[in-house]
């Protein structure tokens, strides 16, 4: 009875001090803060393009764009295409480099990581200076670098440098003869995607019976086989059907052929050597910490110095890798937006640049390529977020 | 004569090394030069292999380097006649008379020469500030603290932009330019970010869900997008969502732009901090019967913010190079001068372009590298304490 009565008397502190009333109050006022300064916004923003006369929404979705691109993976004209068009035209073309950026730059991030692991010391070295230095240089003075210093430097066309295989390099890019599939192309098609149907059959049947009964089989090699093999003999059977189209070294102009800008070589070479020294720190931490009991461990069970890398060292310091090697990702995709500097069409140079002047519409512009941004990097995270749960450790 | 158990033995052995063996070559010396060669860089063929290639690349690269930046550089002259290809100069390196002759537009841009004095104390204000700020055992944090962020600002505004009432004269921003920028830039982002991050990121770990939901949206909001969207935004929205006659100018709007982006990314850093903080700590204060307040403010945020100055550091580190965007949205930075004066008829010459960004990269290279350098220390010194 004591206890309830002493429960039921009221607190002795003031209402304003009671915690769950204060955090009441701040919240409401912090909500009415953000409310005003949004209401404020809107209605400037409404009053203010009233007076500039210029349209809101999306209608200009369908209008004519009247301007042409560079680079375009898809059919663009800049008579009959529209700006919806020109933004499928950037958001490919930052796909592009971002998806063969990441390629290149894991290739060379893990091979810099490693080497500067090395125990030869030289090469140790001349990886850390190499990560030194490209990390504490701003990537836009290194793209800047790439494209004004050194590939607008290169000859121009009269001069062009002949490459070998019929290839041209000058001041307007890199031009390669182009592969032209002739009929009976698609068999070859077919037999790689054949083999590599096969090659995801053979490992699945091949693990089953090494867990069934230890045996191994050389999977790799009957991957390669399959995925390439298979194709290069169809290729042959078949008579070989593909030609070249050979670019053409005109005085004005070169025809033909498959074009290289100089923008999309200078952005993907600045943004690959920039994100690759990132990468080599985060291979390089990740294999550090793999402690050495567990290579030592390994090898007095037995194992191999292969085997303890692939079945040991690898998969443990892939588990510490993985997460920071996404956001390195992550940050190459966003960074592909520095392509406005010197002026490669990807989503932000098309929309935000020539879009957003030539329809002012600031606000649907911004949001639209922000939109897009994010929606890249909040599935790219949500998948980690999974990945991350599926290989945290288990503990006791 | 009976046989023993040990000749037994010894008669059941059926060999026995009657002869001396030759003696073995000393083993390879593992001290000195030539022991320190065979281990680090002639261990197998693969390395000696490694060892070759490596070398070769070293020394293709490092005598081109030289020869670029002093051998074959041009070190005197008034104009492009200097730089360009000539019979005695077949080679022509770095171009450095155009560096001596634009440094004064590369630092101030186009500040007015006769008020350049007042750029000057600025950077001498900022340097004693980062001094205090940065050297661990300096005297009174405090006041260091409130130097940086409430004394500076303001007296730097005054002092750079100008006011009527102390007899300076006005100065446009739009007339600031070179290194004067990317060190306003980056200094407003610092100021502002540090303080914002550290309110976002409680707001982060507040109980309370507006705040929470709030913070959690600004953060994964700004880190989603890049920068260069999020300075456009400022720079042609902005105006849009202030009344006509507040319209910012150019600075002011790529100012918003990045202590915006500074501050998610500065919340993250800070967030990461406090929850290495045990929870005994929070437990504790509230036992001796602090608020949250003091809490904070006396107990974790001190420590949180201790274990955190080398990520913080590495944080003004990204920024520091992010501000290079701000040419973009048409700000006078050093990268923009550069792209200015590189394209400049009176001095356009084959190697202009690589020995202005060659000045740009060095510039960078100093304050970025001197940065990660004391990051590393600090970490060091703090995991040396920590260890005790």
């Not at chain 1, 210093?149 to 182009?178: C, Q, T, Y």
Request: glycine content about 8%; proline content about 6%; charged content about 15%.
């Amino acid at each position: 009875m004591a206890v309830e009565s002493a429960a039921a008397q009221p607190a002795r502190v003031a209402f304003y001090n009671d915690p769950k009333i204060r955090s009441l109050g701040y919240q409401v006022a912090l909500c009415l803060v953000v409310a005003l300064l949004v209401y404020g916004a809107v209605s400037n923003a409404i009053e203010n393009l009233r007076r500039a006369h210029i349209a809101s929404g999306f209608g200009f979705w369908h209008q004519t764009a009247g301007f042409d691109i560079s680079q375009t993976l898809i059919k663009f004209s800049s008579s009959t295409s529209t700006y919806g068009e020109a933004f499928y035209v950037g958001l490919l073309n930052t796909l592009l480099v971002a998806i063969l950026g990441i390629i290149f730059a894991t290739i060379l991030g893990f091979t810099v990581g490693i080497c500067r692991l090395s125990t030869n010391w030289l090469l140790s070295r001349v990886a850390t200076a190499y990560v030194e230095l490209i990390r504490n240089i701003p990537l836009l003075l290194q793209l800047l670098f790439w494209y004004n210093a050194v590939l607008k430097a290169l000859p121009d066309l009269r001069d062009s440098m002949s490459i070998w295989g019929g290839a041209f390099l000058n001041n307007r890019g890199l031009f390669m003869p182009e592969p032209v599939p002739k009929p009976g192309f698609a068999a070859v098609e077919i037999a790689f995607a054949v083999g590599i149907i096969g090659a995801i059959g053979y490992r699945t049947w091949a693990r089953k019976r090494q867990m069934a009964t230890g045996q191994q089989a050389p999977v790799l090699t009957v991957a390669l086989l399959l995925i390439i093999g298979l194709p290069l003999v169809v290729f042959f059977l078949a008579g070989s059907p593909l030609s070249f189209d050979y670019p053409d070294k005109g005085r004005f102009n070169i025809r033909g052929g498959v074009e290289v800008v100089p923008e999309f070589a200078a952005l993907l070479v600045g943004l690959v050597m920039y994100t690759a020294a990132f990468i080599a720190e985060v291979v390089r931490a990740g294999i550090t910490a793999v402690s050495r009991g567990q290579t030592e461990a390994a090898y007095s069970l037995g194992l191999r110095p292969r085997p303890t890398l692939r079945l040991i060292v690898v998969p443990q310091a892939m588990r510490v890798i993985i997460p920071p090697l996404t956001s390195q990702y992550l940050n190459l995709t966003k960074n592909s937006s520095l392509a406005v500097a010197i002026g490669y069409p990807d989503l932000v140079q098309v929309f935000t640049g020539t879009v957003l002047n030539q329809t002012g519409q600031a606000v649907e512009v911004v949001a639209i390529t922000m939109a897009v941004y994010l929606s890249i990097s909040l599935v790219t995270s949500l998948a980690m977020n999974i990945y991350n749960a599926r290989i945290a450790l288990v503990e006791r | 004569m009976t046989m023993s158990e040990g000749d037994l033995a010894v008669a059941e052995i059926r060999f026995l090394q009657m002869n001396p063996i030759e003696p073995q070559p000393p083993p390879m010396s593992t001290t000195g030069a030539i022991g320190w060669l065979r281990a680090n860089l002639l261990s197998t063929p693969f390395n000696i292999g490694l060892t070759i290639v490596v070398g070769l690349l070293v020394l293709w690269l490092v005598p081109e380097a030289l020869k670029y930046l002093i051998f074959d550089a041009i070190w005197t002259g008034h104009d492009r006649e200097a730089c360009v290809y000539t019979a005695e100069h077949p080679h022509v390196g770095a171009c450095w008379p155009f560096v001596w002759d634009r440094i004064s537009y590369f630092i101030y841009g186009s500040y007015p020469i006769p008020e350049r004095w007042r750029v000057d104390i600025f950077f001498a204000m900022l340097a004693v500030g980062i001094a205090w700020l940065l050297w661990l055992n300096a005297p009174r944090h405090d006041l260091g603290l409130f130097y940086f962020f409430i004394v500076v600002p303001i007296s730097s505004f005054i002092l750079l932009h100008g006011s009527a009432l102390l007899g300076l004269p006005i100065v446009d921003t739009s007339l600031w330019g070179g290194v004067l920028v990317t060190i306003v830039v980056s200094s407003v982002g610092i100021v502002v970010s540090l303080p914002l991050g550290i309110l976002l990121a409680l707001g982060r770990r507040s109980r309370m869900p507006i705040v929470k939901t709030l913070s959690v949206i600004f953060i994964e909001f700004v880190r989603g997008v890049p920068l260069i969207t999020v300075l456009f935004m400022a720079s042609v929205m902005l105006p849009l969502f202030v009344p006509d006659a507040y319209s910012p100018d150019k600075l002011v709007r790529a100012l918003v732009g990045i202590a915006l982006f500074a501050s998610a990314y500065m919340a993250e850093v800070v967030r990461a901090g406090l929850a290495a903080i045990p929870k005994g700590q929070f437990e504790g204060a509230q036992a001796v019967g602090l608020g949250y307040r003091a809490m904070m403010q006396l107990i974790v945020l001190p420590q949180a913010l201790k274990i955190t100055i080398p990520n913080i550091v590495n944080t003004y580190i990204g920024l520091f190079k992010d501000t290079t965007l701000v040419f973009i949205v048409g700000l006078f930075d050093l990268v923009k001068t550069i792209e200015v004066a590189r394209i400049d008829p009176q001095w356009a010459a084959p190697t202009t372009s690589s020995t202005g960004y060659a000045v740009a990269a060095m510039f960078y290279f100093v304050f970025c590298y001197g940065m990660s350098r004391y990051a590393r220390a600090t970490e060091a010194r703090l995991s040396k304490a920590e260890k005790r």
